[in-house]
């Protein structure tokens, strides 16, 4: 019988620990703050897209941040949101949706890390070699790097999942807001040396590349600004830059603060706090970064409101 309870196909799952008194704030904030996910992403690509003066490699890659940005937040905030008035002791999910939610979050965080790294060669190539610009960045490259962006994450993500999977379970709690690789492999009560010596191997392979690649880039940006004397285009290429870092550091924050606080016992709480919010800051900060500091893509906003402010005004006064 308890073989039984323990091969399961159900597992349960803590999700975030809210209080009684904080079911309806709680709620009612990770839903504003999905929707705001949702709006900016979405209108920054469909902005990019049906823009044509936009149709360059630096905003076609923002369109790939936002994209994986809304994939990111769905992966794990409805799910969130759903269980808020769900008692502890009741919340459960199903073993294969488990593995898709860790599939799918792990595929997430490799890919931003991938498309941060393009972004920062997109900006070398523009400042440290203008004049080979075009012939290096084609369309062709472009979508070659993007593919890969994708497709290299899928690839580590598969193969950490396929060793998870193979595992058999005698446990059936999983003490985390939602699910990811280490909460599985931890139902399972074998040898799970394998695992841990590919899950750290393959994550040192990304943030490592990702950490080395984008210091080495803007070094070398910075180092060719320092040299030329044109302020104006200095003072544009460094604050591009200075977008691009900004949000590399934010997500880098949120990626290793989590680790850090399961690492301490009496942090444990607010480590599971600090896993979900990966998923959050980054997808909702990262529109208003890029809005903000890219003069031709603010310009656009502006000019998209000025329009419907126009046609609003004329439609009254008809």
């Known amino acids: 019988m308890e073989n039984e309870t323990f091969n399961a196909d159900i597992i349960m799952i803590e999700g975030l620990k809210v209080s009684p008194q904080s079911y309806i704030s709680s709620f009612i904030v990770l839903l504003t703050i999905y929707i705001f996910i949702m709006v900016s992403n979405i209108s920054l690509v469909v902005l990019i897209s049906m823009e044509r003066s936009l149709h360059e490699p630096m905003y076609m890659l923002f369109c790939n941040m936002s994209i994986n940005d809304v994939f990111g937040a769905t992966v794990i905030i409805p799910r969130l949101l759903s269980e808020v008035f769900t008692p502890i002791t009741e ?3 199903h073993y294969i949706d488990c593995a898709i939610q860790a599939f799918a979050c792990h595929f997430h965080a490799g890919t931003s890390h991938a498309v941060l790294i393009i972004m920062a060669f997109d900006r070398y190539v523009a400042i440290c070699n203008p004049l080979r610009y075009a012939t290096i960045m084609t369309n062709r490259m472009l979508v070659k790097l993007s593919v890969g962006a ?78 030329n004397k044109n302020k104006a285009l200095n003072s544009r290429a460094l604050q591009t830059c200075a977008t691009h870092l900004a949000v590399y550091l934010i997500m880098l924050v949120s990626s290793f603060t989590p680790m850090i606080m399961h690492r301490q016992p009496e942090w444990a709480d607010n480590g599971k706090v600090a896993s979900v919010l990966f998923h959050v800051i980054p997808p909702a900060l990262n529109p208003i970064i890029y809005g903000l500091q890219c003069k031709e893509l603010r310009q656009k906003i502006v000019s998209v409101f000025h329009k419907k402010k126009v046609m609003n005004l004329k439609t009254f006064h008809k």
Do not use: E
């Open 91 to 93: 919340r459960s999910i």
């Open 150 to 227: 994708w497709v290299v994450p899928f690839i580590l993500v598969a193969i950490v999942m396929g060793l998870t999977l193979r595992l058999t379970r005698c446990r059936r709690v999983i003490i985390n807001p939602f699910c990811d690789n280490p909460s599985l492999f931890k139902l399972s009560c074998q040898n799970l040396l394998i695992n841990h010596i590919y899950g750290l191997a393959s994550a040192a392979i990304v943030l490592g590349s990702s950490l080395c690649s984008i210091t080495l880039t803007y070094l070398r940006v910075t180092m060719v600004c320092l040299r």
